[in-house]
């Protein structure tokens, strides 16, 4: 018999091809997209939106500051019933509900950005008036390790460790990958736990594709009024065996052949 910790996080993974699932047909749809991103935060999303994860759907506020990221988001919340699960079908088609990257229109969300760096902004905003409220919400920021090259990022890190914002919890896909190419080519910016420390924060660094440590990591110690930054460090394809390892993970290309190569990976890990 499973223990029930091991049967909770056997759920989560299994959400977590779920949502690479979905977002592969939606890719499908036009033959190109913005896969990578759902492969690389898959288990972020999975994890936070569980039955049993530290967000509580209808209670905290969530932000996605990068929205391109939105797909991953779409498809997690057909999972759980946020959004209907047809709207998928259409997406990223003129007039569609569910745009290819998130605007004012996208259901759901509390807060999405165009311009990247100004989701961390908003967040402390939403934070700070659950403080003022005393509702007891609490507020995650999902960025990306792109985003940390914007100078606003870090002007609000380090308003929010200088408050003492503790309802506030930022989880970043550290995939080292943005539209230019590796971020480790266009502008150095390790060593992120160490700067987000120096900024005032509690900080967790994990296999972000590791389920059991972001839960670990998203139950990081509450200490003295400190937020907290979960860096969740992926692969931008996911670790599929089944994508080229030289494709474009930031914008990817999915033909036919590709499509069923992929659909074919993941559904062989269901059970």
Same mark, same amino acid.
């Given at each position: ?31 190109? +997209?913005? !896969? /990578? @991103?759902? *492969? =690389?935060? &898959?288990?972020?999303? #999975? ?5 049993? $994860?530290?967000? %509580? ?56 950005? +165009?311009? !990247? /760096? @100004?989701? *961390? =902004?908003? &967040?402390?905003?939403? #934070? ?5 409220? $005393?509702?007891? %919400? ?65 900080? &967790? ?67």
């Amino acid at each position: 018999m499973n223990h029930p910790k091991n049967s909770d996080e056997r759920a989560v993974r299994r959400l977590a091809t779920r949502i690479r699932l979905n977002a592969t047909n939606m890719v499908a749809i036009q033959g190109f +997209g913005y !896969l /990578g @991103q759902a *492969l =690389s935060s &898959a288990e972020i999303f #999975a994890t936070l939106f569980s039955p049993d $994860g530290p967000l %509580r759907p209808g209670v905290d506020r969530f932000v996605l500051s990068p929205g391109h990221y939105a797909i991953a988001f779409y498809a997690v919340a057909a999972e759980i019933g946020l959004i209907d699960r047809e709207e998928l079908l259409a997406y990223g088609n003129d007039g569609a509900l569910l745009e290819a990257i998130s605007t004012e229109r996208t259901p759901v969300l509390d807060i999405t950005c +165009g311009s !990247l /760096g @100004q989701g *961390l =902004s908003g &967040a402390i905003g939403l #934070a700070l008036a659950a403080v003022y409220a $005393g509702d007891g %919400r609490n507020v995650f920021a999902f960025v990306s390790d792109g985003e940390m090259e914007e100078g606003q990022l870090w002007e609000a890190a380090m308003f929010a460790a200088h408050h003492r914002i503790g309802n506030l919890t930022v989880v970043i896909d550290a995939n080292d990958s943005q539209v230019d190419g590796a971020i480790t080519s266009v502008t150095t910016i390790e060593p992120v736990k160490d700067k987000w420390r120096a900024f005032g924060w509690r900080v &967790a660094e994990v296999d972000g594709h590791n389920v059991s440590a972001l839960r670990e990591a998203f139950n990081t110690p509450e200490e003295d009024g400190k937020p907290l930054v979960v860096i969740a460090r992926t692969h931008i394809l996911g670790n599929m065996e089944s994508i080229p390892s030289t494709a474009d993970g930031h914008f990817l290309k999915l033909d036919p052949d590709l499509t069923s190569r992929v659909l074919s990976e993941l559904e062989a890990t269901l059970d």
